[in-house]
């Protein structure tokens, strides 16, 4: 039995394609394709239905998954118990964040830790959407909710708040805004509504069914960047407009959201010693900063 043929096979289970799988296992397509099916020739199974759209798996290959997962956890775990990690970290880890908050707090989190530990690398993927760790898209996650399912482990980090902002220049230009009710009179900048991927950053419908933004976008630095272009005004973490000081709140005291960034973790990598020293570092880190706002 060769453990190798499985991590390949569960990078496919968990893609659906070899060139995703070959991209996290650091290999080409081919191996992964030659790993698979050397794995299928050995136990004499059908693991994967093959077609355009990629690989989907037999039921004989669903039924491998459980027996795959577990010796996967078993290596985590000598890894763990007997790989020397205690006296270096090193390897890989992947975070996965929020793109305001990679781009404003993670990024300079990530070199204070590359400095300090030359031999790990760490990658961060900042992109609005959620992360499956189940699949391995990565080895922990900041997220905006905290998970309702699986094999995770997670806790609170900080509560973070928004505030409506636009530049001086661009409100000075305005009708005056007294009420919420006045933002109907100029252009809101907001997420694309049909494309936001969590529910806690559907800010727009709170402020009333009549109010929509015009000029949408799903990067949270499309709309920043457009605000400082004096498109309009937008909903934006404090912690980023608080960099900016020709933003300027609009009706503060009306318009106060409260979210929080919530730590994650699949249960079987929560022990290893390179991802508790990055972890560790990251929510001590993003915690100081949202003191400071």
Known sequence: MNWDDYRYFLAVARTGKLSLAGQQLSVDHATVGRRVKALEESLKIHLFDRSPQGYSLTDAGQSLVTIAEAMETGAIAAQTEFGGEADSVSGVV??????????????????????????????????????????????????????????????????????????????????????????????????????????????????????????????VHVQLEATLANAGVCILHDFIARQYPQLQRVLPEEISFTRTFWYIVHEDYAKLQRIKVVSDKIIEHIRKRLKQV
């Open 94 to 219: 992947r975070v996965g964040a929020p793109e305001g908050m990679a781009t404003s707090i993670l990024a300079e989190c990530a070199a204070e830790l590359c400095e300090q530990h030359p031999r790990l690398e760490l990658q961060v993927i900042a992109m609005p959407r959620t992360f499956s760790l189940s699949k391995r898209e990565a080895d922990l996650a900041i997220a905006v909710s905290a998970p309702s399912s699986g094999r995770l482990k997670y806790r609170k980090i900080s509560d973070y708040t928004l505030h409506l902002y636009g530049t001086k220049e661009y409100l000075g230009n305005q009708p005056e805004i007294k009420t919420v009710t006045d933002l109907k009179k100029i252009r809101g900048i907001g997420y694309v509504p049909d494309l936001i991927y969590d529910k806690e950053l559907d800010y727009i419908p709170l402020l009333g069914h009549d109010i929509k933004p015009y000029l949408t976008s799903t990067s």
